[in-house]
């Protein structure tokens, strides 16, 4: 029994489905209970006040945006290498919806941002990179759509993902090098110095781990959709071929 | 190898506008700034370094969709792939030749479009020396993003929305390089890192753009 099993689109569709309840049930729980928490069980900030609560939604989205890409770039190795296609349409489906975190992350960091720095945007690096990894998305999301081709798709957008986190980690020191932080540090780190105060911890965490449930949920759901493509697709192509 | 650079080289300059239209957008651009931002000199030398990075990457931008897709359409791909010459060597080769088609002439032409938008003195040296390492990076990661869309229909502007975000750390340390040179200030730090980018790409992209090539042709 090894994890390769579930490359079997048959396999990893009986363990989605069993896994799926309690990823939706878990993500609603969890970010049910950490919005709620966060926006009405805790102080407010004595200097920022109550708009530090959107940190609740901020850092979350923050998180998955960042790793939803680690992960297609995880899904797009698997491809290369071991050319399951799962592992591929996993990497597709994700994409969307690291995308959908990028914005959000962007638009409540700007609606954080305008009472707090007195401005929408500002060219600091951590808001920066987060443009350039909209881009990242952006391009890989139109390649994948741009090719007819199923597995040729699967092909090149593994290629971008991987040439795209190497420019998007240099793309990332670049920035930093070439303008000042407005941003503050980290809110949650291995470090506890670096860590918010406790009361913000557990809602928050609770928060993440709710929004990282969704994603794990979302994932399985459209992988499941793109499948179910994958097989109409190849029927009607059988179909023309007998017509 | 020669050959093909030669080959390249010959087809750029005979296809009319190889060299020349690069550089005949770089000049349009250069020209259009002081129109949209004023002509006061003092403005217009703060923003010169910048606004001639940028103009060398668009107008290496615009270039880039007919670096594969002639050979695509005529067959000389295919030959390529299953040639003895390894395809990893022939896209730096092809690499290359956009540079010395399009990387090259801006180089040179640079200080003349400096003048037009007055920059400073000291800023001329670190400008030739910014784009110069600079550009062979902007022509090795358009010979990858060329490669990743060359079977595709219409993909050229597909090819800039992916370039685009690639061509970031590039443009950054090379105008921050050709900035604080027109400012007097040191520049050795942003040279390095871009002469690293640099050698980086040449040493690693062609594989990505052969790896490509040979998934959109087989």
Known sequence: MSVWEYANPVRFLALSAKVQPYAWGLAALGIATGLIWGFFGTPDDFRQGSTVKIIYLHVPAAWIAINAWIMMLLASLVWLVRRHHVSALAAKAAAPVGLVMTVIGLLTGAIWGQPMWGTWWAWDPRLTSFLILFLFYLGYIALWAAIEDPDTAADLTSILCLVGSVFALMSRYAVFFWSQGLHQGASLSLDKEENISNVFWLPLVISIAGFTLLFLALVLYRTGTEISLRRARALSTRMDRRA | ?218
């Open chain 2, 1 to 218: 190898m020669i050959a093909l650079l030669v080959r390249d080289l010959r087809l750029a300059l005979r296809a009319g506008g190889g060299f020349g239209l690069g550089l005949a957008f770089f000049l349009i651009l250069t020209v259009l700034v002081p129109f949209s931002v004023g002509p006061q000199s003092a403005l217009l030398a703060s923003i010169a370094p910048g606004v001639l990075w940028l103009g060398a990457l668009l107008a290496c931008l615009l270039s880039l969709d007919r670096l594969l897709a002639l050979d695509f359409e005529d067959g000389t791909l295919d030959v390529l792939v299953t040639a003895p010459l390894p395809l990893e060597a022939a896209l730096a080769i092809k690499g290359l030749a956009h540079w010395i088609t399009t990387g090259l002439p801006l180089v040179v032409a640079a200080p003349a479009l400096g003048v037009l938008l007055s920059l400073p003195p000291e800023g001329y040296l670190w400008l030739v020396v910014s784009l110069a390492l600079g550009t062979p990076a902007l022509s090795m990661i358009g010979t990858f993003g060329a490669a990743l869309t060359v079977g595709i229909k219409r993909g050229g502007l597909l090819l800039s929305l992916l370039v685009l975000p690639l061509y970031v750390p590039t443009l950054i340390f090379g105008a921050e390089a050709a900035r604080r040179g027109a400012q007097g200030m040191a520049v050795e730090t942003p040279l390095l890192l871009l002469a690293g980018i640099s050698l980086g790409t040449i040493a690693l992209l062609p594989f990505a753009a052969a790896a490509a090539l040979r998934m959109t042709i087989r």
